[in-house]
């Protein structure tokens, strides 16, 4: 993804191209991208060989999580729904992970019968739905019991997982105690610690502080875990970080608890595997001039794009011609939803650009399209992947008589 002369290119087809053929708003991946990431990951952690479950919340499109899967990928994911598409993506069952604070019985009956590689319980009620079912199927079902290990991310309090007032995970007593009640169990296999502190992390120290809990707990416990799914949470640059995740630091610290207690290593990464390969190309409508600053009123809003209503999140905007005339004034790009935090980005200066001009917003592979939504009544965008130059329509724009 890079300007080829004046026009940004996506695996060197022009953007306006793109929105002139399908127009906008238009969610755009690079495969060449998303391979690199996969390729990335698995050498970051190569001394590991680690399962590596896509966490599917991430993006559910089911083209991309084919390929995710023909890149050898398992899957990490919330619900049913997201289990039936990991299923369809041709993910095996031993490749998928089921984590989530309230699965009902439902969901956890349907993945008992697909016998998937680990439920990650969260709660003591859940183990005994789990072992409940389990019993009337008369089958064994391995699970994890997710640890809440009282760990501060450092990151948006929003999408901080790991603390002791969040719900997910068992506080460390509580583990120990249902550990103890599960060594009984008829129907209940015991795997796997698991444990997630967060997303969007780029500093070392939380997941430092995490693995001192875990190494900690297996200790005391004594307790032989075949697997211990970390989670996901690496942090990406979406431009404004001061701070990189040191991947080196994080492996050398998971190969020292894994040599004291011989487990497998599960990630559950997301945001680190699909979040820079997908862009969202946006038209300007129009251009409303204020005394103190313009608006720059686009055609995607917070229902295509949530993250910076729902968390302040940055993502950067780039024009897609480039040129070197500026605009000295405050310019803030919003949508056309009618509520004021439907606003993506607020810049001291832009670009000169016009009505009509499109823009490209940054790194909005991951939780981009998975979240977005029907609000003010719009319809969902179309997203196309670019693959060895070729254009593949991996979603199609939705109608109005869809909503009807
Ligand atoms: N595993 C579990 C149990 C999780 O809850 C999550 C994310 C992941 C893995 C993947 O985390 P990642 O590697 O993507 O950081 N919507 C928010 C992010 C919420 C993350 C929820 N859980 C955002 O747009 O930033």
Same mark, same amino acid.
């Given at each position: 993804?890079?300007?080829?002369?004046?026009?940004?290119?996506?695996?060197?087809?022009?953007?306006?191209?793109?929105?002139?053929?399908?127009?906008?708003?238009?969610?755009?991946?690079?495969?060449?991208?998303?391979?690199?990431?996969?390729?990335?990951?698995?050498?970051?952690?190569?001394?590991?060989?680690?399962?590596?479950?896509?966490?599917?919340?991430?993006?559910?499109?089911?083209?991309?999580?084919?390929?995710?899967?023909?890149?050898?990928?398992?899957?990490?994911?919330?619900?049913?729904?997201?289990?039936?598409?990991?299923?369809?993506?041709?993910?095996?069952?031993?490749?998928?992970?089921?984590?989530?604070?309230?699965?009902?019985?439902?969901?956890?009956?349907?993945?008992?019968?697909?016998?998937?590689?680990?439920?990650?319980?969260?709660?003591?009620? &859940?183990?005994?739905?789990?072992?409940?079912?389990?019993?009337?199927?008369?089958?064994?079902?391995?699970?994890?019991?997710?640890?809440?290990?009282?760990?501060?991310?450092?990151?948006?309090?929003?999408?901080?997982?790991?603390?002791?007032?969040?719900?997910?995970?068992?506080?460390?007593?509580?583990?120990?105690?249902?550990?103890?009640?599960?060594?009984?169990?008829?129907?209940?296999?015991?795997?796997?610690?698991?444990?997630?502190?967060?997303?969007?992390?780029?500093?070392?120290?939380?997941?430092?502080?995490?693995?001192?809990?875990?190494?900690?707990?297996?200790?005391?416990?004594?307790?032989?875990?075949?697997?211990?799914?970390?989670?996901?949470?690496?942090?990406?640059?979406?431009?404004?970080?001061?701070?990189?995740?040191?991947?080196?630091?994080?492996?050398?610290?998971?190969?020292?608890?894994?040599?004291?207690?011989?487990?497998?290593?599960?990630?559950?990464?997301?945001?680190?595997?699909?979040?820079?390969?997908?862009?969202?190309?946006?038209?300007?409508?129009?251009?409303?001039?204020?005394?103190?600053?313009?608006?720059?009123?686009?055609?995607?809003?917070?229902?295509?794009?949530?993250?910076?209503?729902?968390?302040?999140?940055?993502?950067?905007?780039?024009? &897609?011609?480039?040129?070197?005339?500026?605009?000295?004034?405050?310019?803030?790009?919003?949508?056309?939803?009618?509520?004021?935090?439907?606003?993506?980005?607020?810049?001291?200066?832009?670009?000169?650009?016009?009505?009509?001009?499109?823009?490209?917003?940054?790194?909005?592979?991951?939780?981009?399209?998975?979240?977005?939504?029907?609000?003010?009544?719009?319809?969902?965008?179309?997203?196309?992947?670019?693959?060895?130059?070729?254009?593949?329509?991996?979603?199609?724009?939705?109608?109005?008589?869809?909503?009807?």
């Amino acid at each position: 993804m890079k300007y080829i002369g004046k026009n940004f290119s996506i695996e060197n087809i022009k953007v306006i191209n793109l929105a002139k053929k399908y127009k906008t708003p238009l969610y755009c991946y690079s495969y060449k991208k998303l391979r690199e990431n996969i390729i990335n990951f698995k050498k970051n952690f190569k001394n590991l060989n680690p399962i590596i479950c896509f966490a599917v919340k991430a993006n559910t499109n089911l083209k991309l999580l084919k390929e995710i899967n023909k890149l050898n990928l398992g899957a990490d994911v919330v619900s049913v729904g997201e289990l039936i598409k990991a299923l369809k993506a041709g993910i095996k069952p031993k490749k998928i992970v089921f984590s989530g604070v309230g699965k009902t019985s439902e969901e956890l009956s349907f993945a008992i019968d697909k016998k998937i590689l680990l439920i990650n319980t969260e709660s003591k009620s &859940e183990i005994l739905e789990i072992e409940k079912i389990a019993k009337l199927k008369k089958k064994t079902v391995d699970i994890g019991i997710r640890l809440n290990p009282n760990t501060d991310a450092k990151t948006l309090s929003q999408i901080s997982t790991g603390k002791k007032q969040d719900k997910f995970g068992v506080p460390e007593k509580h583990f120990i105690e249902l550990l103890k009640y599960l060594k009984n169990s008829k129907y209940l296999k015991v795997k796997c610690l698991s444990v997630h502190i967060g997303s969007q992390i780029l500093d070392n120290q939380p997941y430092e502080k995490m693995l001192n809990v875990v190494d900690r707990i297996i200790k005391k416990t004594k307790y032989k875990f075949q697997f211990i799914d970390l989670g996901g949470g690496m942090g990406i640059a979406y431009g404004n970080e001061k701070k990189q995740l040191n991947y080196k630091k994080y492996a050398f610290a998971i190969k020292k608890i894994i040599k004291k207690h011989d487990a497998k290593i599960i990630f559950e990464p997301g945001r680190s595997i699909i979040g820079n390969t997908g862009v969202l190309i946006s038209k300007i409508i129009y251009i409303k001039k204020t005394s103190s600053k313009n608006f720059l009123i686009l055609d995607a809003a917070m229902n295509d794009l949530m993250r910076p209503a729902l968390y302040g999140a940055k993502h950067r905007i780039i024009p &897609e011609r480039k040129s070197n005339k500026f605009v000295n004034k405050i310019c803030e790009f919003v949508g056309p939803v009618c509520e004021s935090t439907d606003k993506f980005l607020t810049m001291k200066k832009f670009q000169k650009v016009n009505e009509k001009d499109l823009v490209i917003i940054s790194d909005v592979g991951a939780y981009g399209m998975s979240l977005s939504s029907n609000y003010n009544e719009r319809l969902k965008p179309m997203e196309i992947l670019i693959k060895r130059s070729k254009i593949n329509i991996i979603r199609k724009r939705q109608k109005h008589s869809d909503l009807i």
